[in-house]
């Protein structure tokens, strides 16, 4: 019978490996388990809520090093709409300069009126 840190090691690799997209066959091969245990360990909540709870903090990283290198990007677009860069190129930049800007608006005003919906729901009236 395995250990309770056996069992928490194998569900630490198993966890990583299906978080980051693994399918439960290769999740399995990654964590040393076999397929049936792995449909098994995901009938639990608590390893499924760990599960997410993995995913989530990978999404979070990953939106924090793409808000990173967003003034980067940024930079390179408004370099590309300068004179002297071939015209198709200018168009494209500054069609994504435009797109992107009109995105990044509109969820920056969501999340405004969002935490404007919580706070009334909240009672403290803001």
């Known amino acids: 019978m395995a250990t309770q840190a056996g069992r928490k090691t194998a569900d630490?690799?198993?966890?990583?490996?299906l978080a980051c997209g693994a399918t439960q066959e290769a999740a399995a091969t990654k964590a040393g388990l076999g397929v049936t245990t792995v449909r098994?360990?995901?009938?639990?909540p608590d390893f499924v809520r760990r599960l997410r709870a993995v995913q989530a903090d990978i999404v979070a990283r990953t939106a924090?090093?793409?808000t990173a290198a967003a003034t980067e990007s940024v930079r390179t677009l408004l370099d590309l709409q300068k004179p002297?860069?071939?015209?198709a190129t200018r168009l494209g930049a500054a069609?994504?300069?435009?797109?992107?800007?009109l995105k990044v608006r509109e969820v920056v005003e969501l999340e405004a009126r969002i935490a404007a919906l919580e706070s009334h729901v909240d009672g403290d009236g803001r």
């Open 64 to 66: 924090a090093a793409l």
């Open 84 to 87: 002297g860069t071939p015209p």
């Open 40 to 44: 098994r360990r995901l009938q639990d």
């Open 95 to 101: 069609r994504a300069v435009l797109e992107l800007g």
């Open 12 to 17: 630490d690799h198993l966890i990583l490996a």
